[in-house]
Protein backbone atom coordinates (compact mmCIF):
# COMPACT_ATOMS: atom_id res chain seq x y z
CA UNK A 1 0.00 0.00 0.00
CA UNK A 2 1.16 3.65 -0.45
CA UNK A 3 2.03 5.90 1.98
CA UNK A 4 3.19 9.11 2.78
CA UNK A 5 5.31 10.54 5.83
CA UNK A 6 5.34 14.17 6.18
CA UNK A 7 8.20 13.97 9.45
CA UNK A 8 7.50 18.13 10.87
CA UNK A 9 3.99 18.90 12.36
CA UNK A 10 5.29 22.26 12.69
CA UNK A 11 8.05 24.67 11.16
CA UNK A 12 8.27 27.61 11.70
CA UNK A 13 11.66 30.11 10.03
CA UNK A 14 11.43 33.83 9.83
CA UNK A 15 10.76 35.75 6.79
CA UNK A 16 13.54 35.63 4.29
CA UNK A 17 14.79 32.45 5.57
CA UNK A 18 15.44 28.99 3.49
CA UNK A 19 12.65 26.97 3.56
CA UNK A 20 12.84 22.76 3.22
CA UNK A 21 9.29 20.50 4.18
CA UNK A 22 10.30 17.39 4.21
CA UNK A 23 8.15 13.84 2.51
CA UNK A 24 8.89 10.44 2.57
CA UNK A 25 6.85 7.95 0.13
CA UNK A 26 6.16 4.80 -0.36
CA UNK A 27 4.96 3.40 -3.58
CA UNK A 28 5.35 0.13 -5.27
CA UNK A 29 5.21 1.33 -8.63
CA UNK A 30 7.13 4.90 -10.28
CA UNK A 31 5.35 7.29 -8.07
CA UNK A 32 3.60 10.47 -9.29
CA UNK A 33 4.40 13.20 -6.71
CA UNK A 34 2.57 16.27 -5.36
CA UNK A 35 2.59 19.07 -2.95
CA UNK A 36 -0.39 21.29 -2.45
CA UNK A 37 -0.72 24.14 -0.18
CA UNK A 38 -4.01 25.10 1.73
CA UNK A 39 -4.40 28.12 3.49
CA UNK A 40 -6.77 27.90 6.58
CA UNK A 41 -10.76 26.93 5.63
CA UNK A 42 -9.36 26.84 2.22
CA UNK A 43 -9.30 24.09 -0.66
CA UNK A 44 -6.09 22.71 -1.85
CA UNK A 45 -3.86 24.27 -4.47
CA UNK A 46 -1.36 22.33 -6.49
CA UNK A 47 2.09 24.06 -5.95
CA UNK A 48 4.25 21.51 -8.08
CA UNK A 49 4.04 18.27 -9.76
CA UNK A 50 6.66 15.26 -10.74
CA UNK A 51 6.32 11.84 -12.95
CA UNK A 52 9.46 11.57 -14.70
CA UNK A 53 12.03 13.71 -16.69
CA UNK A 54 14.23 16.10 -14.43
CA UNK A 55 14.45 14.68 -10.89
CA UNK A 56 14.30 18.70 -9.89
CA UNK A 57 10.67 20.51 -10.32
CA UNK A 58 9.87 24.31 -10.39
CA UNK A 59 6.92 25.37 -9.07
CA UNK A 60 4.46 28.02 -8.70
CA UNK A 61 4.96 30.88 -6.05
CA UNK A 62 8.92 29.71 -5.89
CA UNK A 63 8.74 26.59 -4.83
CA UNK A 64 10.89 23.57 -6.44
CA UNK A 65 11.44 20.24 -5.37
CA UNK A 66 13.53 17.59 -5.71
CA UNK A 67 12.85 13.83 -6.07
CA UNK A 68 15.68 11.34 -4.72
CA UNK A 69 14.67 8.13 -5.72
CA UNK A 70 17.24 6.23 -3.33
CA UNK A 71 15.98 8.03 -0.61
CA UNK A 72 12.38 7.86 -1.30
CA UNK A 73 11.88 11.49 -0.87
CA UNK A 74 10.42 14.49 -2.49
CA UNK A 75 11.44 17.31 -0.08
CA UNK A 76 10.00 20.83 -1.09
CA UNK A 77 12.18 24.22 -1.12
CA UNK A 78 12.00 27.81 -0.95
CA UNK A 79 15.40 30.09 -0.89
CA UNK A 80 12.96 32.66 0.67
CA UNK A 81 10.07 32.63 2.69
CA UNK A 82 7.24 34.95 2.69
CA UNK A 83 4.88 36.16 5.17
CA UNK A 84 2.17 34.85 2.76
CA UNK A 85 3.42 31.29 2.55
CA UNK A 86 2.17 30.68 5.84
CA UNK A 87 -0.05 28.30 5.36
CA UNK A 88 -0.68 24.24 5.88
CA UNK A 89 1.80 21.82 3.25
CA UNK A 90 0.29 18.54 1.67
CA UNK A 91 2.54 15.64 -0.17
CA UNK A 92 1.08 13.53 -1.93
CA UNK A 93 1.43 10.00 -4.09
CA UNK A 94 -0.50 8.10 -6.64
CA UNK A 95 -0.75 6.67 -9.99
CA UNK A 96 0.07 8.66 -12.93
CA UNK A 97 -1.08 7.71 -16.40
CA UNK A 98 -4.26 7.67 -17.48
CA UNK A 99 -5.05 5.66 -14.42
CA UNK A 100 -8.22 7.22 -12.09
CA UNK A 101 -5.37 9.13 -10.22
CA UNK A 102 -6.34 7.95 -6.37
CA UNK A 103 -4.06 10.16 -4.16
CA UNK A 104 -2.71 9.61 -0.54
CA UNK A 105 -1.63 12.31 1.68
CA UNK A 106 0.91 13.07 4.04
CA UNK A 107 -0.31 14.75 7.68
CA UNK A 108 0.84 17.99 6.50
CA UNK A 109 3.29 20.50 8.08
CA UNK A 110 1.77 23.65 9.30
CA UNK A 111 4.34 26.76 8.34
CA UNK A 112 4.25 29.69 10.12
CA UNK A 113 6.45 32.64 9.22
CA UNK A 114 8.30 35.31 11.65
CA UNK A 115 8.51 38.68 10.55
CA UNK B 1 -5.47 27.14 -14.75
CA UNK B 2 -8.09 24.74 -14.17
CA UNK B 3 -11.30 26.21 -11.52
CA UNK B 4 -13.32 24.06 -9.50
CA UNK B 5 -15.78 25.11 -7.55
CA UNK B 6 -17.64 23.92 -4.34
CA UNK B 7 -20.89 25.40 -2.74
CA UNK B 8 -21.92 25.99 -0.39
CA UNK B 9 -18.97 26.90 1.32
CA UNK B 10 -20.53 26.92 4.71
CA UNK B 11 -23.62 25.04 6.02
CA UNK B 12 -25.47 25.08 9.38
CA UNK B 13 -28.35 23.17 10.09
CA UNK B 14 -30.27 21.13 12.54
CA UNK B 15 -29.54 16.77 13.08
CA UNK B 16 -31.51 14.99 10.75
CA UNK B 17 -30.92 17.38 8.23
CA UNK B 18 -29.98 16.07 4.43
CA UNK B 19 -27.12 18.28 2.78
CA UNK B 20 -26.11 18.35 -0.68
CA UNK B 21 -22.86 19.88 -1.59
CA UNK B 22 -22.23 20.53 -5.19
CA UNK B 23 -18.47 20.74 -7.01
CA UNK B 24 -18.10 22.05 -10.75
CA UNK B 25 -15.26 21.95 -12.85
CA UNK B 26 -15.50 25.09 -14.87
CA UNK B 27 -13.54 24.92 -17.04
CA UNK B 28 -12.33 21.34 -18.08
CA UNK B 29 -14.49 17.86 -18.29
CA UNK B 30 -13.97 16.44 -15.11
CA UNK B 31 -13.41 12.78 -15.62
CA UNK B 32 -13.28 11.60 -12.56
CA UNK B 33 -13.95 13.46 -9.35
CA UNK B 34 -13.21 12.92 -5.63
CA UNK B 35 -14.54 13.54 -2.12
CA UNK B 36 -12.28 13.84 0.46
CA UNK B 37 -13.24 14.65 4.68
CA UNK B 38 -10.74 16.64 6.56
CA UNK B 39 -10.93 16.26 10.17
CA UNK B 40 -9.30 19.33 12.38
CA UNK B 41 -5.84 19.47 12.22
CA UNK B 42 -5.63 16.08 9.94
CA UNK B 43 -4.95 15.03 6.65
CA UNK B 44 -7.39 14.58 3.91
CA UNK B 45 -8.99 11.05 4.18
CA UNK B 46 -10.70 10.24 0.74
CA UNK B 47 -14.01 9.04 0.71
CA UNK B 48 -14.93 8.14 -2.51
CA UNK B 49 -14.23 8.16 -5.81
CA UNK B 50 -16.75 8.51 -9.08
CA UNK B 51 -16.20 8.54 -12.75
CA UNK B 52 -18.75 10.04 -14.75
CA UNK B 53 -22.15 8.12 -15.40
CA UNK B 54 -20.87 5.61 -13.27
CA UNK B 55 -21.76 4.21 -9.43
CA UNK B 56 -19.10 5.92 -7.18
CA UNK B 57 -16.25 3.70 -5.46
CA UNK B 58 -16.37 4.00 -1.65
CA UNK B 59 -13.27 4.11 0.43
CA UNK B 60 -13.35 1.31 3.13
CA UNK B 61 -15.39 2.05 6.40
CA UNK B 62 -17.01 5.10 4.40
CA UNK B 63 -21.13 4.27 4.60
CA UNK B 64 -22.44 4.73 0.70
CA UNK B 65 -25.88 5.00 2.16
CA UNK B 66 -25.10 7.82 4.45
CA UNK B 67 -22.93 9.96 1.88
CA UNK B 68 -24.81 9.58 -1.33
CA UNK B 69 -22.68 10.64 -4.56
CA UNK B 70 -24.05 11.61 -8.01
CA UNK B 71 -22.02 12.31 -10.86
CA UNK B 72 -23.98 12.80 -13.71
CA UNK B 73 -22.38 15.39 -15.87
CA UNK B 74 -18.79 15.71 -16.65
CA UNK B 75 -18.50 19.10 -15.13
CA UNK B 76 -20.94 18.09 -11.90
CA UNK B 77 -20.51 15.82 -8.61
CA UNK B 78 -23.00 16.16 -5.80
CA UNK B 79 -22.86 14.40 -2.41
CA UNK B 80 -25.43 14.57 0.07
CA UNK B 81 -24.70 13.72 3.28
CA UNK B 82 -28.46 12.17 4.90
CA UNK B 83 -30.10 12.51 7.96
CA UNK B 84 -26.90 14.20 9.24
CA UNK B 85 -25.61 13.91 13.17
CA UNK B 86 -23.45 16.12 14.66
CA UNK B 87 -20.83 13.49 14.05
CA UNK B 88 -21.04 14.36 10.51
CA UNK B 89 -19.63 18.01 10.95
CA UNK B 90 -16.35 18.19 9.11
CA UNK B 91 -14.72 20.41 6.15
CA UNK B 92 -15.76 18.45 3.01
CA UNK B 93 -13.27 18.61 -0.03
CA UNK B 94 -14.12 17.36 -3.36
CA UNK B 95 -11.23 17.77 -6.53
CA UNK B 96 -11.42 16.79 -10.04
CA UNK B 97 -9.25 15.87 -13.16
CA UNK B 98 -9.51 14.69 -16.56
CA UNK B 99 -8.34 11.55 -17.86
CA UNK B 100 -7.49 13.10 -20.97
CA UNK B 101 -3.97 13.24 -21.51
CA UNK B 102 -1.10 11.93 -18.65
CA UNK B 103 -0.52 12.84 -15.67
CA UNK B 104 -2.97 15.25 -14.97
CA UNK B 105 -3.33 16.47 -11.84
CA UNK B 106 -6.48 16.74 -9.48
CA UNK B 107 -7.90 20.01 -8.95
CA UNK B 108 -9.50 21.21 -5.61
CA UNK B 109 -12.38 22.99 -4.84
CA UNK B 110 -12.10 25.34 -1.45
CA UNK B 111 -14.31 22.83 0.65
CA UNK B 112 -17.89 23.44 2.38
CA UNK B 113 -17.71 23.51 6.44
CA UNK B 114 -20.42 21.14 7.35
CA UNK B 115 -21.94 21.91 11.09
CA UNK B 116 -24.50 19.67 12.32
CA UNK B 117 -26.39 21.13 15.58
Known amino acids: AQSVTQPDIHITVSEGASLELRCNYSYGATPYLFWYVQSPGQGLQLLLKYFSGDTLVQGIKGFEAEFKRSQSSFNLRKPSVHWSDAAEYFCAVGAGGTSYGKLTFGQGTILTVHP | GAVVSQHPSRVICKSGTSVKIECRSLDFQATTMFWYRQFPKQSLMLMATSNEGSKATYEQGVEKDKFLINHASLTLSTLTVTSAHPEDSSFYIC?????????????FGDGTRLSIL
Open chain 2, 95 to 107: SAKTNRGYNQPQH
